[in-house]
């Protein structure tokens, strides 16, 4: 891909992906933009398919959505109303703890800000840009495995890590398309552009994709 080719690659992601499912975390930011709601949703859907996220995150936001109301649960309260989230029982130790520094950190409000993010407990780099850009609407780029990899499929970046995924779109992806490209890509990835065998034939973007290290395609 040339680096030129972006804008008619947003272009054509923007005019496809309501034919894609949306990524759970995008649907409930916009149903209510709560930061909170946003990061526990997000620490949740770690290693977890969307269908799985979505009602554990939904039993969970019903017993309790802000901080204080979440120290009220004990561990196994929520491990029962996460699971079987992936990694669930480890997940029910992190939310209290992230809680708790919250509480303790921000006066139980959701810092809008990069740096108080990534070190709150249970909080990396693609957790902490998701809050940014679907709890604050704020600038940031989430790169999560779908990002990575697509991106680096296409050409348009040549990396080793979702971090330095990040690093180099934040050099020359235009500031327009920072927010986007992570609800875009995620759909993309889970509809078509899949880790092995891609649906190649079916991809709008076929004329703009380098195709770098796909052997098997449909």
């Given at each position: 891909?040339?680096?030129?080719?972006?804008?008619?690659?947003?272009?054509?992601?923007?005019?496809?992906?309501?034919?894609?499912?949306?990524?759970?975390?995008?649907?409930?930011?916009?149903?209510?933009?709560?930061?909170?709601?946003?990061?526990?949703?997000?620490?949740?859907?770690?290693?977890?398919?969307?269908?799985?996220?979505?009602?554990?995150?939904?039993?969970?936001?019903?017993?309790?959505?802000?901080?204080?109301?979440?120290?009220?649960?004990?561990?196994?309260?929520?491990?029962?109303?996460?699971?079987?989230?992936?990694?669930?029982?480890?997940?029910?130790?992190?939310?209290?703890?992230?809680?708790?520094?919250?509480?303790?950190?921000?006066?139980?409000?959701?810092?809008?800000?990069?740096?108080?993010?990534i070190v709150l407990p249970g909080v990396g780099r693609k957790t902490a840009n998701l809050v940014l850009t679907l709890g604050f609407h704020l600038p940031g780029i989430c790169v999560d495995t779908h990002v990575h990899r697509i991106t680096n499929r296409w050409g348009y970046v040549h990396t080793e890590t979702p971090q330095q995924t990040e690093m180099a779109l934040r050099a020359k992806l235009p500031p327009e398309y920072w927010i986007e490209i992570n609800d875009l890509l995620v759909a993309m990835g889970q509809t078509i552009c899949h880790p092995t065998s891609p649906k190649c034939s079916l991809c709008p973007l076929r004329q703009f994709c380098d195709r770098v290290g796909v052997t098997r395609s449909r």
């Amino acid at each position: 891909m040339h680096n030129n080719d972006i804008h008619a690659v947003m272009a054509v992601l923007r005019r496809e992906a309501p034919k894609w499912e949306r990524p759970y975390v995008t649907s409930l930011a916009e149903e209510r933009r709560d930061p909170f709601r946003v990061l526990i949703a997000t620490v949740l859907s770690s290693r977890t398919q969307d269908t799985t996220t979505g009602p554990a995150a939904q039993r969970l936001f019903a017993l309790a959505d802000t901080p204080q109301a979440m120290l009220r649960l004990s561990p196994e309260q929520i491990e029962q109303a996460i699971y079987p989230v992936g990694f669930y029982h480890h997940k029910a130790q992190i939310v209290p703890q992230l809680c708790q520094a919250l509480i303790e950190r921000h006066g139980g409000q959701v810092p809008p800000d990069l740096d108080a993010l990534i070190v709150l407990p249970g909080v990396g780099r693609k957790t902490a840009n998701l809050v940014l850009t679907l709890g604050f609407h704020l600038p940031g780029i989430c790169v999560d495995t779908h990002v990575h990899r697509i991106t680096n499929r296409w050409g348009y970046v040549h990396t080793e890590t979702p971090q330095q995924t990040e690093m180099a779109l934040r050099a020359k992806l235009p500031p327009e398309y920072w927010i986007e490209i992570n609800d875009l890509l995620v759909a993309m990835g889970q509809t078509i552009c899949h880790p092995t065998s891609p649906k190649c034939s079916l991809c709008p973007l076929r004329q703009f994709c380098d195709r770098v290290g796909v052997t098997r395609s449909r």
